[in-house]
T-cell receptor, first 114, second 113 residues
């Protein structure tokens, strides 16, 4: 079945450091891929998405490229800020898989210190 | 649009009591999802609706949980009777299509004593 695997956290970085959060997936069809972010005490918000291979999603300085050959969708940011501290979820949707909705990874906690 | 609205934002109740959580999806969205989030189990899909009809309730943990969507702008998740292990954050989300972007509400933080 479809699944998403994220690197386990927590990830602890200093301000202005480079961020990578790894995400790989297994899917039977041609999924869309998403990154959601959850700030403390809030619901999940869409951060970025990509709908087909080689697409790059970007938002707020974050980027992720849909790599079909490696079944990956790694999240990157060149210079993190304290305000980026949150939990990040990778997710996929498979339009060809009837009955399923979004499948989420377990989440990766990012903590950025000044 | 105001986004997905959930109420109450916080609920504290005693074991055995009935709990009702409410959700108003984004207008025009045909899909509505209920999730539960805990530290131990992460984010779990409980049930989702399409055009007010329950499509997949395989994530509902027990018969104590029930969900309804009487119209396109309102859904409830009910727990009766509640137990301490039901303590969690419950999120409602809505989307235009099943496999497209879901928009989450702020969540209801439930504590069952």
């Amino acid at each position: 079945g479809n699944s998403v695997t994220q690197m386990e956290g927590p990830v602890t970085l200093s301000e202005e450091a480079f961020l990578t959060i790894n995400c790989t997936y297994t899917a039977t069809g041609y999924p869309s891929l998403f990154w959601y972010v959850q700030y403390p005490g809030e619901g999940l918000q869409l951060l970025l998405k990509a709908t087909k291979a080689d697409d790059k999603g970007s938002n707020k300085g974050f980027e992720a490229t849909y790599r079909k050959e490696t079944t990956s969708f790694h999240l990157e940011k060149g210079s993190v800020q304290v305000s980026d501290s949150a939990v990040y979820f990778c997710a996929l949707s498979d339009r060809d898989q009837a009955g399923t909705a979004l499948i989420f990874g377990k989440g990766t906690t990012l903590s950025v210190s000044s | 649009d105001a986004g997905v609205i959930q109420s109450p934002r916080h609920e504290v109740t005693e074991m055995g009591q009935e709990v009702t959580l409410r959700c108003k999806p984004i207008s025009g969205h045909d899909y509505l999802f209920w999730y539960r989030q805990t530290m131990m189990r992460g984010l779990e899909l409980l049930i989702y609706f399409n055009n007010n009809v329950p499509i997949d309730d395989s994530g509902m943990p027990e018969d104590r949980f029930s969900a309804k969507m009487p119209n396109a702008s309102f859904s409830t998740l009910k727990i009766q009777p509640s137990e301490p292990r039901d303590s969690a954050v419950y999120f409602c989300a809505s989307s235009l299509a099943r496999s497209e972007t879901q928009y989450f509400g702020p969540g209801t933080r439930l504590l069952v004593l």
